[in-house]
C-alpha cells in the first residue's frame, strides 16, 4: 500500500480506507506491507495489526512535503519494493505517478491506482492544475487497474483516455460492526454528555473544514434554519478541523448562535448516537466515509447531489439529497427531517440496510482480493 498517511497519522477517507484494507488483508493471511511518510514521533517501521509499516523520510511542511516525501517513496520502493507482487497506491496524485513509473521501470510489481475522489475538487482535477500533473496523468495510463468509487469517476477516467477495462469499481467499506445503530441507552448517554436536551434535536457535520466540504453553504444554511426555528432547542455541532487558520470555525462562532464547532474528535460514533441526522454538503465526493459510518449506525444522511453521495444516499429512502451551494433548499431540506421523527426514524433503518448490503467491509475486501488474485 502507497499512501501519504497512516495511522496512527491519518486526516482523510483515503488513509482511513487504506488501513481498513490492509488489516482486513492481514488478517485473512496477505503479507501486507506499507509504506506512508514518517511524521515526528512515529517509528521508522513496525507492524500494526499484522500490517508491516514502513515511513519514509518526509518534511511535514506546506511546500516542502511533496518534494521530500516522493523521493524518500521511490527509494524505499527500488530497495524494498520488489519483495511484493503488487503496488496499491491511495490517490491518483504524486505518489501513484511514483509508483506507477517505478513498476514500468523494474518490470516485476503490478500497480494499481485507487482514485480517492471526483468532481471539481477530485484527484483528477488536482491534476490539471498542479506541477507535473500531466505526468501523472499520463502515468495513470500505465495502471494495471484503477479504482473508482462512482460513476462520475469512471467518465472522468475515461474522458482522461484510461483503458475502460482497466477500470475497477469497487466502493469504500464501513465496518457495520463498530458503527451500528446505539441501544436507546447509549444513544441517551452520548445525548447527555453533549448537554443535548430532552426533545432537542441534533444535526452533525464530521469532516475535514474545507472549502470542498461546502462549509460556507452549512453556515448559510443553519443561520437560515435559527430565523425559521426561533424558540426550537436545535444544534448543529460541527466536528473537525481545516489547514491553516480555521477561518469557518471563526465565521460559524460569528454568526451562528446554537452552532458547536468542536474541532476534531478522536471517535465520531459518540456524536453519531447523539444525532438526529448527519449533514454532509460537500461541493466534490468520492464516496464518503463519514456518510458510510453514519448509515451504519442508523442515522438519516442529508446530502448533495455530487459524486458518491448521489449512489450513497437514496433520496428520500435513507435521506435527502439536495443541490450543491444552495444553502435555502439545505436549510428547507434540513427543518424537514428534524422535525419528521417517523421519517427520520425510517430512513436511518433503510440507512443501515443498505450501509450492509452494499458497502460492507467484508464484502468490499473480497472484491479486492478478486482483482488482486486476477492480476497475479
Same mark, same amino acid.
Given at each position: 500500500?502507497?499512501?501519504?498517511?497512516?495511522?496512527?497519522?491519518?486526516?482523510?477517507?483515503?488513509?482511513?480506507?487504506?488501513?481498513?484494507?490492509?488489516?482486513?488483508?492481514?488478517?485473512?493471511?496477505? @503479507?501486507?506491507?506499507?509504506?506512508?511518510?514518517?511524521?515526528?514521533?512515529?517509528?521508522?517501521?513496525?507492524?500494526?495489526?499484522?500490517?508491516?509499516?514502513?515511513?519514509v523520510w518526509a518534511i511535514?511542511?506546506?511546500?516542502?512535503?511533496?518534494?521530500?516525501?516522493?523521493? #524518500?517513496?521511490?527509494?524505499?520502493?527500488?530497495?524494498?519494493?520488489?519483495?511484493?507482487?503488487? !503496488?496499491?497506491?491511495?490517490?491518483?496524485?504524486?505518489?501513484?505517478?511514483?509508483?506507477?513509473?517505478?513498476?514500468?521501470?523494474t518490470g516485476r510489481p503490478?500497480?494499481? *491506482?485507487?482514485?480517492?475522489?471526483?468532481?471539481?475538487?477530485?484527484?483528477?482535477?488536482?491534476?490539471?492544475?498542479?506541477?507535473?500533473?500531466?505526468?501523472? @496523468?499520463?502515468?495513470?495510463?500505465?495502471?494495471?487497474?484503477?479504482?473508482?468509487? /462512482?460513476?462520475?469517476?469512471?467518465?472522468?477516467? %475515461?474522458?482522461?483516455?484510461?483503458?475502460? #477495462?482497466?477500470?475497477?469499481?469497487?466502493? /469504500? &467499506?464501513?465496518?457495520?460492526?463498530?458503527? #451500528?445503530?446505539?441501544?436507546?441507552?447509549?444513544?441517551?448517554?452520548?445525548?447527555?454528555?453533549?448537554?443535548?436536551? *430532552?426533545? &432537542?434535536?441534533?444535526?452533525?457535520?464530521?469532516?475535514?473544514?474545507?472549502?470542498?466540504? &461546502?462549509?460556507?453553504?452549512?453556515?448559510?444554511? !443553519?443561520?437560515? *434554519?435559527?430565523?425559521?426555528?426561533?424558540?426550537?432547542? !436545535?444544534?448543529?455541532?460541527?466536528?473537525?478541523?481545516?489547514?491553516?487558520?480555521?477561518?469557518?470555525?471563526?465565521?460559524? /462562532?460569528?454568526?451562528?448562535?446554537?452552532?458547536?464547532?468542536?474541532?476534531?474528535?478522536?471517535?465520531?460514533?459518540?456524536?453519531?448516537?447523539?444525532?438526529? *441526522?448527519?449533514?454532509?454538503?460537500?461541493?466534490?465526493?468520492?464516496?464518503? /466515509?463519514?456518510?458510510?459510518?453514519?448509515?451504519?449506525?442508523?442515522?438519516?444522511?442529508?446530502?448533495?447531489?455530487?459524486?458518491?453521495? =448521489? =449512489?450513497? %444516499?437514496?433520496?428520500?429512502?435513507?435521506?435527502?439529497?439536495?443541490?450543491?451551494?444552495?444553502?435555502?433548499?439545505?436549510?428547507?431540506?434540513?427543518?424537514?427531517?428534524?422535525?419528521?421523527?417517523?421519517?427520520?426514524?425510517?430512513?436511518?433503518?433503510?440507512?443501515?440496510?443498505?450501509? =450492509?448490503?452494499?458497502?460492507?467491509?467484508?464484502?468490499?475486501?473480497?472484491?479486492?482480493?478478486?482483482?488482486?488474485?486476477?492480476?497475479?
Amino acid at each position: 500500500m502507497v499512501t501519504y498517511q497512516y495511522a496512527p497519522v491519518g486526516d482523510g477517507g483515503a488513509a482511513r480506507q487504506a488501513q481498513l484494507l490492509a488489516e482486513q488483508l492481514a488478517s485473512r493471511g496477505r @503479507r501486507v506491507g506499507v509504506v506512508t511518510a514518517r511524521f515526528p514521533g512515529h517509528r521508522r517501521s513496525e507492524q500494526l495489526a499484522g500490517v508491516d509499516v514502513h515511513r519514509v523520510w518526509a518534511i511535514p511542511r506546506p511546500g516542502q512535503f511533496t518534494m521530500t516525501f516522493i523521493p #524518500s517513496l521511490a527509494r524505499f520502493l527500488l530497495s524494498e519494493g520488489r519483495r511484493y507482487d503488487m !503496488w496499491h497506491a491511495h490517490q491518483a496524485f504524486y505518489n501513484a505517478g511514483a509508483a506507477l513509473a517505478l513498476a514500468r521501470l523494474t518490470g516485476r510489481p503490478r500497480c494499481i *491506482v485507487k482514485v480517492a475522489s471526483s468532481g471539481p475538487y477530485g484527484d483528477l482535477a488536482r491534476l490539471r492544475s498542479a506541477a507535473m500533473g500531466d505526468w501523472v @496523468r499520463k502515468a495513470l495510463l500505465d495502471a494495471d487497474a484503477l479504482i473508482s468509487l /462512482n460513476r462520475q469517476m469512471t467518465d472522468e477516467l %475515461v474522458a482522461a483516455g484510461m483503458d475502460a #477495462s482497466r477500470i475497477h469499481n469497487i466502493p /469504500n &467499506g464501513v465496518d457495520c460492526r463498530s458503527f #451500528s445503530p446505539p441501544s436507546p441507552e447509549r444513544r441517551l448517554e452520548a445525548r447527555s454528555k453533549l448537554g443535548i436536551p *430532552v426533545g &432537542g434535536r441534533l444535526a452533525v457535520f464530521a469532516g475535514r473544514l474545507t472549502e470542498d466540504k &461546502g462549509i460556507d453553504f452549512l453556515i448559510d444554511a !443553519w443561520r437560515s *434554519v435559527e430565523r425559521q426555528c426561533l424558540g426550537e432547542t !436545535w444544534t448543529l455541532l460541527v466536528a473537525g478541523d481545516g489547514v491553516g487558520p480555521d477561518l469557518y470555525t471563526e465565521r460559524g /462562532n460569528r454568526e451562528l448562535r446554537t452552532a458547536r464547532f468542536v474541532g476534531k474528535v478522536p471517535d465520531v460514533r459518540p456524536l453519531l448516537y447523539a444525532a438526529d *441526522v448527519l449533514v454532509h454538503p460537500s461541493l466534490s465526493e468520492g464516496l464518503s /466515509n463519514i456518510v458510510l459510518e453514519a448509515m451504519a449506525a442508523g442515522l438519516p444522511v442529508i446530502g448533495t447531489r455530487t459524486g458518491g453521495l =448521489e =449512489e450513497q %444516499v437514496v433520496d428520500g429512502a435513507t435521506g435527502m439529497l439536495v443541490p450543491p451551494r444552495d444553502a435555502d433548499v439545505l436549510a428547507k431540506a434540513l427543518v424537514t427531517l428534524l422535525r419528521d421523527e417517523g421519517r427520520r426514524t425510517r430512513m436511518g433503518s433503510a440507512g443501515r440496510i443498505r450501509a =450492509e448490503s452494499r458497502y460492507s467491509l467484508p464484502s468490499v475486501v473480497d472484491a479486492y482480493e478478486d482483482l488482486y488474485d486476477q492480476l497475479s
